[in-house]
């Protein structure tokens, strides 16, 4: 038998199939099927009512300048533009990207929160281009970032 499982549907919820449960006593009509359903986990999107979240790892490169990547959605790939300057832990809406109300409301939106990541495998010229960085932040004006972080014991 096929039973179709409406979207948006949650764990733990039931759905009811008439007439397809037991046969009924001294002749009388079939009772009716109860199927709870039990939402298995994805291995990257994670789920929390309609809304959906989802880490996205973006380079320290890219963070600092700003790109668009092309973010999973559980709909299909979509374009995100992440703004020059966004930190690790910054979290951005996709809003109408989640799951649909399994009552036939709005659907819910995505989340994606940013996961700056290191590359610990760099070639000889992106070295040298990083140790010319390093150079520049130490010689221009102002406070560096640490700088700024251990005046703020004193």
């Not at 986990?41 to 990547?69: M, Q, W």
């Not at 533009?81 to 709005?106: C, E, H, M, W, Y």
């Not at 990083?130 to 150079?135: C, N, P, R």
């Amino acid at each position: 038998m096929e039973v179709n499982i409406p979207a948006g549907i949650n764990s733990g919820q039931q759905l009811r199939v008439q007439g397809k449960g037991e046969r009924g006593y001294n002749g009388g009509p079939n009772g009716d099927l109860y199927i709870e359903v039990y939402v298995q986990p994805h291995e990257r999107f994670e789920r929390e009512g309609k809304n959906i979240y989802l880490e996205i790892p973006v380079s320290a490169v890219d963070a600092t300048l700003g790109c668009s990547i092309d973010v999973p959605t559980i709909h299909g790939d979509v374009t995100m533009k992440i703004p020059a300057g966004t930190q690790n832990g910054k979290q951005f809406r996709l809003k109408g990207k989640g799951v649909t109300d399994v009552r036939g409301g709005s659907k819910g939106d995505q989340f994606c929160t940013v996961n700056i990541r290191v590359d610990d495998n760099l070639s000889r010229k992106e070295k040298e281009l990083y140790k010319q960085l390093q150079e520049l932040q130490g010689t221009r004006q102002g406070e560096s970032i640490w700088e700024r972080f251990k005046k703020s014991f004193s």
